[in-house]
């Protein structure tokens, strides 16, 4: 029959974790048979997990590996389904597609090429299949082809591009294209970034048409394995229409996006393109008894949240708030406590901790949410989302004679809009004893005009120690509440305000994240007609970000101790994502901001950028793991390295001072100072 039911199955994997994820993959198995869907495509080492690192070498993993592979191909009956999982051949291991066909395996396409860069260290791991191979791999007792294949199915011929292979130029899907192919599957394991979906989309759009066939292209979901989150995108498409797209960021542990395809309407369109014959041994053929499927009209459309003009804010929103719901249950911790200062970054914390639950309502609803947190007993009985919150989300205040009353009425304002439980501690005594014993040991008094940072750190770190102590009494997570923009130049104590279990918010600037906080007072997510609001954002919105560690007349603010932030977030933009020297930065730097900074203002920014980063470096390797959402990531884990130990660069600095001085010198003016 010249029409197919298909679907791409997006799955909630834990690496290592066999029987849960073998069960999600059975489970939409009998989904897909239950909707009478013939092709059934699953993700990328969804049979392992993808971040399994370097326990892919284990030969227990490969072993469990074909294990589970052998269970799911028994509940295969009347049904194709793709599944991946990682493969040793030639004492080699290859990241592999394999394709079941009612309860026969048909063989193993190889990925060919592997992403080393960024987040990726595929080629630590796996070997790259060459193109046009095909070797014989024994599997038990039964031996079954590997390699670059074509599978004809009763007339029907199915490939692969995994991931990767589909975001190079030289990608397989144009060979496949001679073979013949009318339906290319792409199972793929895609971290999340801001509006990657966009790029995602694009390519399988082009292959459908360039390539003259199907395209079934489906994603991990969720929170994997601590730092990399999946959208769960799923697609199809058909010679250049987009027939169909998946929900992002669900809560449930798998969802089918299927659509009917026409593949006598590709041939029709392959038939009209010339191309060579393709020559090798790459067809495996098998038969399938393919059932009648009805015609459908379908065309795929966006989300309303990804039409609705606020796509950042949104993606944001639904990426940390799924990212820490699966960091949650996969952890089995009991909740999240925060230390709430009232300032941007620990309101944004909190409020993303509300609006998780929110945002699983929508998803799968309450009953299904409480479910999933079976573990955590105390929130069983409850039947609201405020009920749930009081139980999932604590959060203290801290404060000392430096603290004001802006920031208490800001803690307390959003912790009763959302239902979490507050707390409220006066820690100045304890600062002040602390201070008393260093001074009896050194013989002097402290003072603000000879010991500034020193006495901001104490404050800083004598939080940590009573809000571990709230954390462990009830088997919370701690939340360090650190952004990108301080992670990037240091501007945090250690051991003191980025304690914490995972740092939500190190990913994200501070000039865009105080906007997005007042997105989220104002507008808030679109869901079903209507946007989940935080309104209890409102106080903090109305102040200066300030760390509050000064005396009150020192009127402390973080711009005034570091730059302003906006400044500072373009100058890490071009210094670390885009690898410029500090004259470079400054030059761009000078056509960003012409007319706003003075000049003099923009080289001391630089100046002083430069040194903070290279000094701070031991900062950012111990910082709490923290999401990765684009390519401004600065976790020197899986994102951006730079040596604890450097230059410092000195070098360049100097140059950059010589550059300004020289320029300043024939008489350019600049403008009014910041």
């Given at each position: ?21 073998k069960?999600?993959?059975i ?9 009478n ?5 699953l993700?990328?080492l ?8 370097d ?62 860069y ?5 080629d ?18 039964f ?8 599978f004809?199915?009763s ?25 013949g ?27 459908s ?20 989150i ?11 229409t987009?027939?169909?797209?998946s ?29 060579s ?11 399938f ?43 089995r ?15 944004a914390c909190?409020?993303l ?6 945002l ?11 479910q ?19 139980q ?33 501690v006066?820690?100045n005594g304890?600062?002040?004893t ?8 050194i ?29 462990n009494l009830y088997?919370h ?13 240091g ?27 007042v ?5 808030g ?15 903090v ?24 932030y ?38 001391t ?5 430069f ?7 031991w900062?950012?390797e ?7 959402l ?25 140059e950059?001072k010589?550059?300004y001085?020289?320029?300043s010198?024939t008489?350019?003016?600049g403008?009014i100072?910041f």
């Amino acid at each position: 029959m010249p029409l197919l039911k298909v679907a791409a199955g997006t799955i909630n994997t834990t690496p290592l974790a066999w029987e849960s994820n073998k069960k999600i993959i059975i489970d939409a198995i009998e989904e897909a048979r239950q909707q009478n869907i013939s092709l059934l495509c699953l993700p990328e080492l969804c049979i392992t997990g993808y971040g399994c690192d370097d326990a892919f070498y284990s030969q227990n993993t490969l072993n469990q590996a074909l294990e589970s592979l052998h269970e799911i191909v028994n509940q295969t009956s009347g049904i194709v389904v793709s599944v991946g999982l990682p493969l040793r051949f030639n004492n080699k291991i290859y990241n592999t597609a394999c394709l079941i066909a009612n309860k026969r395996i048909l063989g193993f396409t190889a990925k060919q090429h592997l992403p080393n860069y960024g987040l990726f260290y595929e080629d630590r791991w796996f070997h790259r299949w060459p193109s046009g191979a095909r070797e014989e791999i024994k599997v038990g007792d039964f031996s079954y082809p590997i390699g670059d294949l074509v599978f004809d199915l009763s007339g029907v011929r199915i490939a692969f591009e995994i991931c990767e292979d589909a975001w190079v130029a030289l990608r397989p899907g144009r060979s496949h294209f001679e073979r013949g192919v009318d339906i290319m599957l792409n199972p793929s394991a895609s971290p999340f970034a801001f509006h990657k979906f966009l790029t995602r989309e694009r390519f399988v759009i082009d292959g459908s048409r360039s390539f003259s066939c199907s395209y079934v292209y489906t994603n991990l979901l969720g929170n994997e394995s601590g730092r990399l989150i999946f959208d769960g995108d799923a697609m199809i498409a058909s010679d250049g229409t987009l027939l169909a797209s998946s929900p992002r960021f669900g809560y449930a542990d798998y969802h089918l996006t299927a659509a009917v395809i026409d593949t006598d309407l590709t041939r029709l369109s392959h038939s009209q393109i010339k191309s060579s014959l393709p020559t090798g041994n790459w067809k495996v053929t098998d038969t399938f008894a393919w059932p009648e499927t009805s015609p459908a009209y379908q065309v795929a459309e966006l989300e309303p949240f990804e039409r609705g003009g606020f796509l950042k804010e949104e993606e944001f929103a639904r990426a940390v708030c799924l990212a820490l719901f699966d960091y949650l249950r996969k952890s089995r911790s009991q909740g999240f406590t925060i230390s709430l200062s009232g300032g941007a970054d620990s309101c944004a914390c909190v409020a993303l901790c509300g609006l998780m639950i929110r945002l699983a309502d929508e998803s799968i609803g309450l009953e299904a949410f409480k479910q999933k947190l079976s573990y955590i007993k105390k929130i069983q009985a409850e039947t609201t989302i405020e009920g749930i919150a009081k139980q999932l989300i604590h959060s203290i205040y801290q404060g000392t004679e430096n603290s004001s009353k802006d920031t208490y009425e800001s803690a307390e304002s959003l912790a009763d809009s959302i239902g979490a439980t507050f707390y409220n501690v006066n820690i100045n005594g304890l600062v002040e004893t602390y201070k008393g014993l260093i001074e009896q040991q050194i013989g002097r008094d402290l003072t603000w005009e000879q010991d500034d940072i020193s006495l901001q750190n104490i404050q800083a770190r004598v939080r940590a120690p009573s809000v571990w102590l709230l954390t462990n009494l009830y088997g919370h997570l701690l939340l360090a509440t650190s952004n990108r923009s301080e992670v990037a130049v240091g501007y945090c104590t250690m051991d003191g305000d980025t304690a914490g279990s995972i740092s939500p918010i190190a990913g994200i600037d501070k000039h865009w994240l105080r906007e997005w906080l007042v997105w989220l007072e104002t507008i808030g997510c679109h869901v079903k007609g209507y946007h989940i609001k935080i309104e209890g954002l409102k106080k903090v919105n109305s102040l200066q970000p300030t760390a509050e560690l000064r005396p009150k007349d020192k009127m402390q603010t973080d711009e005034k101790d570091l730059m302003p932030y906006e400044v500072l977030d373009a100058i890490e933009e071009v210094a670390i994502r885009d690898k410029k020297s500090p004259i470079d930065c400054l030059k761009f730097m000078e056509v960003r901001f012409e007319g706003k900074y003075s000049r003099e203002m923009l080289f001391t920014s630089v100046d002083r950028f430069f040194k903070l980063w290279s000094r701070n470096q031991w900062k950012r390797e111990r910082y709490a793991p923290s999401f990765h959402l684009d390519d401004l990531n600065l976790d020197p884990r899986s994102w951006c390295r730079f040596p604890i130990l450097s230059g410092g660069f000195e070098k360049e600095l100097e140059e950059l001072k010589a550059y300004y001085e020289g320029k300043s010198n024939t008489g350019r003016k600049g403008k009014i100072g910041f």
